[in-house]
């Protein structure tokens, strides 16, 4: 299973950037997808997630009312729509995967069985 993430970059504070990630190796619409970010120093945080068919969305409260997850089974992709950047935001963003269950399940980073390299985005005030 091979995830390929992309989409970050240098941008500044109130822009707007739209993450991909996609899925090779397995069957993506029975997979349930997760974004993580990790900044400089710190842990790998939960930022959002989705189940296999797209019907339940997770997402950190930080991140509430900004970010967006999606994702087309047809393209094997999950996206990450990002408004509104801010500084706090700058970090490596990771897409996760995993056959996962319970809703606790999809906020932890050891649920998930597979990880994309990861994509920087960082956000300049």
């Known amino acids: 299973v091979q995830l390929q993430a992309s989409g970050g970059g240098l941008v500044k504070a109130g822009d707007s950037l739209r993450l991909s990630c996609v899925v090779s190796g397995r069957t993506f619409s029975s997979t349930a997808m997760g974004w993580f970010r990790q900044a400089p120093g710190k842990e790998r945080d939960f930022v959002a997630a989705?189940?296999?068919?797209?019907?339940?969305?997770y997402y950190a409260d930080s991140v509430k009312g900004r970010f967006t997850i999606s994702r087309d089974n047809a393209k094997n992709t999950v996206y990450l729509q990002i408004n509104s950047l801010q500084s706090e935001d700058t970090a490596v963003y990771y897409c996760?995967?995993?056959?996962?269950?319970?809703?606790?399940?999809?906020?932890?980073?050891?649920?998930?069985?597979?990880w994309g390299q990861g994509t920087q985005v960082t956000v300049s005030s």
């Open positions: 989705i189940n296999w068919s797209g019907g339940s969305t």
């Open positions: 996760g995967a995993g056959i996962l269950s319970s809703k606790e399940s999809y906020y932890s980073s050891r649920r998930y069985a597979y």
